[in-house]
């Protein structure tokens, strides 16, 4: 288990300051890591499959610890888990047994913290690198379990019009993820990411959950949106967001998957609805085709590298930054640099 949720494990309630603690022993920002699955693939990794990035867990272990570490190197202060698409449901689809699956999604949390340990050693041993002031000092880090929406499980890109149709409720979508939040909630992850949240349902959904099984490590809302103004399904981003506000395990709330064209504005809304952090993790711009399973640009609106824009949606309030999907280390590190740069 790594070192950083010691302290957290040992409270019995989620700290109402643990993000803006962590922020600001990052320096007053936070740098996520970018696109999980798109650098496994870049890394030659085939994950046409239903369990998508998860499919290395069972696959290529090696690969998920070479790009969380590639993410360490690039900079960032929270990596996120290669399980976004891992469910019991989707393993058992698989053949797997439910402790086999189990063990899966326990197995994404020791990778990544796994990594954290192996970058921590390298970097006492170069510790040129490392000292400030004539000290030492290691780079806060922390890992966040992914859970990735409904949608994501059924692997139709539904994630993006966040439809599930009529006969997906409230509490199917709190007893499809139960087992799952509890078994992350209990892996040394210090911190559970929700992620592409495509409707007011499923944030819904996830509060209620956290609250009813009495999860004990923080979590994050992260909303996606395809036209700036509303989350996916056309909810209104002010109402997903004031669901994230009144759950006291959240401890930051924002954006992920959404192209960088809408960042600006949606970080705007989000500041209007709460005080707590704000996250955000745009894509390249392309859009996702559920159908072919393709990336593809998008017409019209070109969205160039968003970097440049990294510093005006700092001062437009948000606090955490990273890239989603088609995002790369390279990504990462020019975040970083830009944030450092401008302090
Ligand atoms: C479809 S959004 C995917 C998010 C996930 N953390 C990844 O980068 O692979
Ligand atoms: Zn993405």
């Known amino acids: 288990m790594g070192s950083g949720n010691m302290v957290e494990t040992t409270t019995t309630t989620t700290s109402s300051t643990f993000m803006s603690d962590f922020i600001g022993k990052c320096g007053g920002y936070v740098v996520i890591d970018g696109g999980f699955a798109t650098e496994l693939e870049r890394h030659g990794a085939d ?16 690969l998920v610890r070479r790009v969380h570490l590639d993410y360490l190197d690039a900079g960032a202060n ?14 058992e689809a698989k053949g797997f047994s439910k402790e086999e699956a189990e063990a899966l999604l326990r197995k994404s949390v020791e990778i990544a913290c ?7 050693d390298r970097c006492t041993k170069d510790s ?10 290691r780079r806060p880090i922390l890992v966040a379990a992914s859970v990735g929406s409904y949608g994501a499980y059924l692997a139709d890109g539904s994630e993006y019009s966040g ?17 799952r939040v509890q078994i992350l909630a209990n892996s040394g992850a210090d911190l559970i990411a929700f992620e592409t949240i495509p409707n007011k349902l499923e944030a819904k959904a996830y509060a209620e959950l956290l609250e ?11 909303f996606n949106s395809k036209d700036g103004i509303n989350v996916v399904s056309g909810d209104p981003i002010s109402e997903c967001v004031s669901i994230a506000d009144s759950c006291k395990q959240v ?31 745009p894509n390249s711009g392309e859009t996702y085709d559920g159908q072919t399973k393709q990336w593809v640009k998008s017409s019209g609106n070109v969205d160039e590298d968003f970097v440049s824009y990294i510093v005006k949606w700092r001062e437009a309030g948000a606090s955490l930054f990273g890239g989603c999907c088609r995002t790369t280390p390279k990504t990462i590190r020019g975040i970083a640099t830009a944030l450092s740069d401008k302090n």
Request: aromatic letters at 12%; glycine letters at 6%.
């Open 251 to 281: 401890v930051a709330v924002g954006i992920n998957c959404t192209p960088p064209r809408f960042i600006h504005g949606l970080i705007t809304s989000i500041r209007k609805v709460t005080s707590k952090p704000v996250l955000i993790y």
């Open 212 to 222: 009813e099984e009495g999860i004990e490590i923080p979590a994050w809302f992260s």
């Open 78 to 91: 929270i990596i996120l888990t290669a399980s976004y698409q891992a469910t019991i449901q989707g393993f």
């Open 163 to 179: 439809n599930y149709g009529d006969a997906i409720t409230l509490e199917t979508l709190k007893d499809f993820n139960r087992r």
């Open 47 to 62: 994950l046409n499959d239903p369990l998508w990035s998860a499919k290395c867990l069972v696959d290529s272990p090696h």
């Open 128 to 137: 040129w690198d490392f000292m400030e002031n004539g000290r030492t000092s």
């Open 114 to 120: 796994e990594a954290r340990e192996i970058y921590y």
